[in-house]
C-alpha cells in the first residue's frame, strides 16, 4: 500500500494487488489488480489485470478485466476493458472501448470518383441551340398564304 504521504514520478511495474492513496505521476503497469484510494491523484497510464478507482486518475487506462468506478471517483482519460461499472456520483470524461466483438468489423473501401469537366454555359437572355422549334400553330402574316396539304 502506497500511503497518502507517497508522491512517485515515473513508472511503477508490481506483479500482484497494489493499493494507492498517494500522488503517482507517470505510468503504472501490472499483471495484478490496482485499486486507488480516495485520497489518490493519479495523472498516469495505466495497464493492469483490472482496476478500482475511489480517487482520482487523469490518464488512459488499458485492463484486461474490469474497471470500476465509484461513487466518489473521477476519470480523465479514455479506458479500454472487458468490462466497465459506474456507480452513480462518479465522474468519468472520455471514450472507453469495453468488451470485444465476436466478429471483428472488416475494413470498408469506400471509392469516391470526382470528376470536373467545364459544362456549356447556356446564355439565358438568347437561345442559341442548333436545333429551333416551330409553334404547333402559327398565325399566317398579312399578305400571305397558307399552303396545307
Known amino acids: 500500500m502506497l500511503s497518502t504521504d507517497v508522491e512517485i514520478k ?18 503504472i503497469i501490472s499483471d495484478g489488480a490496482l485499486t486507488v484510494g480516495e485520497n489518490a491523484r493519479i495523472r498516469a497510464e495505466i495497464s493492469t489485470r483490472s482496476v478500482v478507482i475511489y ?10 478485466d474490469t474497471v470500476e ?3 466518489n471517483a473521477e476519470l480523465v482519460g ?7 461499472s459506474i456507480e452513480p456520483g462518479a465522474i468519468f ?13 472488416q475494413a470498408q473501401t469506400t471509392t469516391t470518383t470526382v470528376t470536373s ?10 437561345n442559341n ?3 429551333s422549334e416551330l409553334p404547333l400553330s402559327s398565325k399566317p402574316e398579312s399578305g400571305s398564304k397558307t399552303v396545307s396539304s
Not at 515515473?10 to 494507492?20: A, E, P, T
Open 10 to 27: 515515473g513508472s511503477i511495474k508490481f506483479l500482484n494487488d497494489l493499493v494507492v492513496d498517494g500522488k503517482i505521476e507517470g505510468s
Open 93 to 105: 470524461v472520455g471514450k472507453s472501448t469495453v468488451g470485444s466483438p465476436s466478429v471483428k468489423p
Open 78 to 84: 479514455d479506458i479500454k476493458a472487458a468490462s466497465l
Open 129 to 131: 441551340d442548333s436545333t
Open 55 to 64: 480517487g482520482k486518475v487523469h490518464g488512459d487506462i488499458e485492463v484486461v
Open 117 to 126: 469537366a467545364k459544362q456549356p454555359t447556356k446564355q439565358s437572355s438568347t
Open 69 to 71: 468506478l465509484k461513487a
